[in-house]
């Protein structure tokens, strides 16, 4: 029957009809061999991959393609004036949100039909778009990251939204860069980001832990922790992040700073990734952390981001710095012109920043003898700053990265033991003191220079000079492209990023040139048990700007499923195991995100550059909601239907 020569060919909706006919045909419209068969050859399989794990029936698995893959656009949603960047579900699968370049979050009931719940107009925050959201666990807080207004503005911001309260801006956060885009950490704490150069083509990425609640009755309870510093060359930047929990981990003796957590266990054998090629995964032990910053609970005072001024030396103010070093550069073109360019401060500027600097609180993530140095601050110290594991889960901390362009090349991996959230902040020396102190090695400088002595600088492009004031990287993994985007399986186990690559063999001279990227977008999926690249990759969307002009194409991952916007005016859907494009569903223009209901994978949802988002669902969902099926556009299909009976 799966031969082209055949004299006669019975329909594939017809066999699965045939239980109706008699027994016989009941048995031959169940033969799992025939199924394999009309799989494979119907969706152009490789005859050598096997079915899905955790699957036991072919017959069941083109059941699901064929009747649970959604291809049905069931509705266009027109709420937005302009581009539409992001879409996101909420965990529970009621609720779901889009940014736009409008200037507009809104959020939307996804019942049938979808309409709109709530909406913001962020410009009255002078954000001139809005650009990401994500769901918080428990699905009442939302965060929602934009750009400020500027021709080359490289600051952004965050916003959370209380889901429970009609919608409302619980807090605000400053975000550098602005498509670091921020992400929760847990369902109360998220991350935002800050970028300081130090040099030219180097700078610094700093992860800092908010609280999605910064309300607070006492100036020094701390509403933020610095969590980590990172070391950027080659002018680049950490730019998207995303926090997966840990899968699989070695056995290591606890510790009173890094509890091992009790669930230890490897739970994903059960879902196998259909990427995986060859012999089954080990378990190798993963990469830690370097001893010597592994806890932070030891790590010196003068290691805190903002430490206290020693005698002598200029760098280690509290705002020197990283001010000094062109600490409000927009872009690379000031990284390149402005190079030697510093800032000229006075006693009145440096007195406005150690005041700013003081409402920060800056120990990493544990209160190493931390103290209030003032009886103001013990006396106003309430009872609830007790300190708890903020989550016992040991997590990750994925972000992208890049070491020899500017442009985001490399995803890096950290990895996050349980800890404790500084609830109080160690206010220092007063006001009165750090202008003092600032004097003292004004004069100090100027007394050493009239001996012949010059300044002592660290010298930040000699890494290995610097590196003890930085947090290392624990695993970095280098895609060989530009990266455009990645998105985690709901296991935890798999991250799927987009690539655009370079040309193969190509050497990087100028780390302000990179090369030229391919036109085809590559899906990489990498195994976060391993921290290594699987299986073969996914190709068929396309992109078409250079690298200083390309932008984020989100993707998302369901159980079976991967998605992702391109550039050609068309989304994509795939098939995880089975690697072979389904479907692309057509728009006017770029489609920039999709996303799935996490509650029901057959509802996907695309948003795209031309003021629309498609609702699309599956022909067994779509008879669900007793809609006609031939009256809804169909995307098109990459199925093999062969010719009928002649």
């Known amino acids: 029957m799966n031969s082209e020569n055949s004299t006669w060919h019975l329909p594939d909706h017809d066999i699965l009809n045939l239980s109706s006919v008699s027994q016989t045909w009941y048995r031959v419209s169940r033969d799992e061999l025939l199924w394999k068969s009309l799989l494979k050859r119907d969706w152009n399989i490789n005859p050598t991959i096997g079915i899905a794990p955790g699957k036991t029936s072919w017959f069941s698995e083109y059941l699901r393609l064929w009747q649970h893959t959604p291809i049905l656009e069931t509705e266009v949603l027109k709420g937005h004036t302009h581009q539409v960047l992001h879409v996101s579900f909420s965990h529970n699968g009621k609720y779901f949100a889009t940014c736009s370049k409008d200037g507009y ?6 019942g049938y039909p979808a309409r709109i719940k709530h909406y913001y107009d962020m410009k009255v925050y002078s954000w001139k778009n809005t650009q990401f959201s994500q769901f918080n666990e428990s699905d009442t807080l939302l965060l929602v990251s934009g750009v400020h207004f500027g021709n080359h503005s490289n600051t952004g911001e965050i916003a959370v939204f209380n889901l429970e309260e009609d919608f409302v801006i619980q807090c605000r956060m400053s975000n550098k860069p602005y498509d670091f885009f921020g992400t929760w950490y847990n369902d109360n704490y998220l991350l935002s980001g800050d970028l300081r150069w130090l040099a030219h083509l180097v700078s610094t990425s700093v992860v800092w832990l908010n609280r999605a609640s910064q309300e607070s009755d ?46 230890t266990s490897d739970d994903c054998s059960s879902n196998k990734s259909c990427h995986e090629t060859g012999n089954p995964i080990s378990h190798p032990d993963l990469p830690t952390t370097d001893t010597k910053t592994a806890d932070h609970s030891s790590r010196k005072e003068e290691d805190v981001f903002f430490h206290k001024p020693t005698e002598g030396t200029l760098w280690p103010t509290n705002s020197g710095e990283f001010q000094s070093w062109r600490r409000d550069s927009p872009n690379i073109a000031a990284a390149r012109d402005d190079e030697t360019k510093e800032e000229s ?62 442009t985001p090349h490399q995803i890096g991996l950290k990895r996050i033991s349980p800890f404790t959230f500084c609830n109080r902040i160690d206010v ?121 002009e390309c932008f ?92 009928r009976l002649h």
Request: aromatic share 8%; glycine share 4%.
């Open 105 to 110: 979050v809104m959020l939307w009931d996804a």
């Open 218 to 263: 006492s100036e020094f309870t701390s509403i933020m922790n610095r969590m980590f510093k990172f070391y950027n060359r080659s002018a680049s930047s950490i730019r998207s992040i995303t926090v997966a929990n840990c899968r699989s981990l070695p056995q290591r003796q606890p510790t009173s700073s890094s509890p091992t957590p009790s669930n």
């Open 345 to 406: 401060k006075n006693d009145d500027d440096d007195a406005d920043d150690a005041e700013e600097d003081s409402t920060r609180s800056d120990s990493p993530l544990t209160c190493s003898g931390a103290e209030a140095r003032s009886q103001r601050a013990e006396s106003e110290a309430t009872d609830d700053d007790s300190e708890e594991v903020l989550d016992p889960r040991e997590k990750y901390l994925i972000f992208t990265m890049g070491s020899r362009t500017y």
């Open 428 to 548: 220092g020396p007063s006001l009165a003191e750090r202008v003092a102190i600032q004097r003292q090695e004004r004069q100090a400088l100027e007394e050493s220079l009239a001996l012949g002595i010059p300044p002592r600088e660290p010298v930040w492009q000699d890494f290995e000079a610097v590196a003890d004031r930085f947090d290392p990287i624990d695993h970095v993994i280098d895609l060989n492209g530009h990266i455009i985007g990645m998105s985690l399986s709901p296991d935890h186990r798999y991250l799927y990023v987009n690539v655009r690559p370079w040309p193969q063999g190509c050497v990087i001279e100028n780390p302000l040139q990179p090369p030229p990227i391919a036109q085809e977008i590559d899906i990489h999926v990498i195994d976060l048990v391993t921290l290594k690249q699987v299986g073969s990759l996914l190709r068929a969307h396309r992109s078409f700007t250079p690298n200083d």
């Open 552 to 643: 984020f194409i989100f993707l998302d991952v369901s159980n079976n499923y991967v998605a992702s916007g391109a550039e050609d005016k068309y989304a994509y859907i795939w098939d995880r195991h089975y690697g072979v494009v389904l479907a692309k569903f057509p728009h006017q223009d770029v489609v920039n995100a999709v996303s799935f209901n996490p509650r029901d994978p057959e509802i996907l949802i695309t948003a795209s550059d031309d003021y629309t988002l498609k609702i699309w669902r599956s022909r067994h969902r779509a008879r669900q909601l007793n809609l006609p099926l031939v009256d809804l556009p169909v995307g098109m299909e990459f199925r093999q239907r062969p010719s």
